[in-house]
């Protein structure tokens, strides 16, 4: 059962356009969510995060909105530029049993065209 | 400022064969946990631990076994290998599991043929 969904596998968009990543979930328990970018060869990185008690959270190019009603979040990254080409991962995290543990999406490839 | 560092980066095992992948975080973080990556995948998480002395199983467990004697180490150790253990494996830690993110490892890609 997946319950953290990126149902795009890839993402074209031209360079200093409007990126939107989107993710779904499925547990309501989930209270905190990050986006991670990863390229290849290397480890994922921390790009931005939002709590539950927030709809939105921005820092720079990169906004992360997020709908608790339809148990969804996006990314917007405005303006895209050629090295933000790379994999996205929506995570999100809940205690359970006592514990926090990370759950990662299945990753959207973004391009970004020169 | 190492953050978390993984060895090795590359490893072709045989069937049947054994190995540990090494992990070391100097950030002093509670929470370590070790995910892995099959292609087109997200990432799966394995093992964790919430600190020293203390694991725990996460979503796909079988096959593998873990350790955590320092806060710094958490080893996870690969017991007859098989073909389906291919995949690129991930380290990663954060401060206490909650609301914070977790730095990650650059990875270590096993081939098991």
């Known amino acids: 059962d997946q319950q953290v969904k990126q149902n795009s596998p890839s993402l074209s968009v031209q360079e200093g356009r409007i990126s939107i990543l989107n993710c779904d979930y499925t547990?309501?328990?989930?209270?905190?969510f990050l986006w991670y970018k990863k390229y290849p060869a290397e480890g994922p990185t921390f790009l931005i995060s939002?709590?539950?008690?927030?709809d939105k959270n921005e820092d720079g190019r990169f906004t992360v909105f997020l709908n608790k009603s339809a148990k969804h979040l996006s990314l917007h990254i405005v303006p895209s530029q050629p090295g933000d080409s790379a994999v996205y991962f929506c995570?999100?995290?809940?205690?359970?049993?006592?514990?926090?543990?990370?759950?990662f999406g299945t990753g959207t490839r973004l391009k970004v065209l020169a | 400022n190492a953050g978390v560092t993984q060895t090795p980066k590359f490893r072709i095992l045989k069937i049947g064969q054994s190995m540990t992948l090494q992990c070391t975080q100097d950030?002093?973080?509670?929470?370590m946990y070790w995910y892995r990556q099959d292609p087109g995948m997200g990432l799966k998480l394995i093992y964790y631990?919430?600190?020293?002395?203390?694991?725990d199983k996460g979503e796909v467990p079988n096959g593998y076994n873990v350790s955590r004697s320092t806060t710094e180490d958490f080893p996870l150790r690969l017991e007859l290998a098989a073909p389906s253990q291919t995949s690129v494996y991930f380290c990663a830690s954060s401060s206490w599991g909650g609301n914070t993110e977790a730095f990650f490892g650059q990875g270590t890609r096993l081939t098991v043929v």
């Open positions: 939002i709590s539950s008690i927030k």
């Open positions: 995570a999100a995290s809940a205690r359970d049993s006592g514990t926090y543990k990370y759950i």
């Open positions: 950030m002093n973080h509670n929470y």
């Open positions: 631990s919430v600190g020293a002395g203390i694991t």
């Open positions: 547990n309501s328990m989930f209270d905190y």
